[in-house]
Structure formats: structure tokens, C-alpha cells
Nanobody, 125 residues
Framework: QVQLVESGGGAAQAGGSLRLSCAAS????????MGWFRQAPGKEREFVAAISWSGGDRFYADSVKGRFTISTDNGKNTVWLQMNSLKPEDTAVYYC??????????????????WGQGTQVTVSS
């Protein structure tokens, strides 16, 4: 089992920045990647960013590319999501997730096995 705890959410104005943190504990050695997803009211949970432990490749949704950056402590224990140039459409609950199996693409929600409780991000115009 892997436990995940997100923090750092809150309110920001358009153009501002926030930094989310995700602390993982438990059987983190079994993970192959960690990612961030978000879910806005009435919408499906969508991929935001991910980092693969194999090679350290980073992946981003087109909607956040160039504005968000995912980083890690290289120990499979903590990932951060630096969010700059925030837009009102970035408003959502943000979830951290751990991927164990490699069968599905890293951008696919169903490919992740463990999820945090989520942290709210609200961006006002």
C-alpha cells in the first residue's frame, strides 16, 4: 500500500502562482511514476502532469505546458507541482497519484493505483 498526502492548495488570482506538494509513504519502492490530476465541478478527472521514475521523463497536458512544472526529490517520496501564470480554468481539486503497473499510458487515469485525498485550487479573475 502507498499513502499520499497533498498540500499547498488555496486561492490565487489569475497570473499568480501556487505550489502543490505530495508526500508518499509506504511501499513507494514499487511505483513506476507519480502524477497529478485535477477535477473541476461537473467534469471528468483529467491528467495534468507526471514524472516517470525510469529516465525521469516528464509529461504535461497541453493546457498546462509551459506554465506548470513537476519535480521530485528523486526518492519516490515527494513530488511538487509548481503552477505559474494561473488561469481561472485551472480551478479544480488537484489529486496526486502513484502508478505501479506500466500497462497503461502514464497520462491515463486508470493506470494509477493509489490516490491522495485532493487539494482545492481556486483561481479568481
Amino acid at each position: 500500500q502507498v499513502q499520499l498526502v497533498e498540500s499547498g492548495g488555496g486561492a490565487a488570482q489569475a497570473g499568480g502562482s501556487l505550489r502543490l506538494s505530495c508526500a508518499a509513504s509506504g511501499r513507494t519502492f514499487s511505483s513506476t511514476a507519480m502524477g497529478w490530476f485535477r477535477q473541476a465541478p461537473g467534469k471528468e478527472r483529467e491528467f495534468v502532469a507526471a514524472i516517470s521514475w525510469s529516465g525521469g521523463d516528464r509529461f504535461y497536458a497541453d493546457s498546462v505546458k509551459g506554465r506548470f512544472t513537476i519535480s521530485t526529490d528523486n526518492g519516490k517520496n515527494t513530488v511538487w507541482l509548481q503552477m505559474n501564470s494561473l488561469k481561472p480554468e485551472d480551478t479544480a481539486v488537484y489529486y496526486c497519484a502513484v502508478k505501479v503497473l506500466m500497462a497503461l499510458p502514464i497520462t491515463t487515469r486508470r493506470g494509477y493505483d493509489y490516490w491522495g485525498q485532493g487539494t482545492q485550487v481556486t483561481v479568481s479573475s
